[in-house]
């Protein structure tokens, strides 16, 4: 596939368009999700974000046993 600089020196690429989808995300928290999304901090780390209400969202739990 090759294509042309325009002349504001951009590339203009032709696809076929992707039909549209739905996505659906599920309303169950897990304390490992919130666990990835910062970055595997610990669940104790967790904690003062909950108490200190410092997490918009972030849902209160107890912590795992393993």
């Known amino acids: ?3 042309q600089m325009s002349s504001n020196r951009m590339y ?3 696809g076929p368009v992707i039909g549209s989808m739905c996505l ?3 309303k169950e928290e897990n304390i490992n999700l919130w666990h990835y999304r910062y970055a ?3 669940f104790k780390g967790l904690n003062p974000l909950v108490k200190k209400d410092m997490v918009k969202w ?3 739990f ?3 046993e393993n």
């Open 1 to 3: 596939m090759s294509t």
């Open 12 to 14: 203009v690429i032709f």
């Open 24 to 26: 659906q995300v599920g």
């Open 40 to 42: 595997y901090l610990s």
């Open 58 to 60: 972030l849902p209160t």
């Open 62 to 64: 107890k912590e795992e």
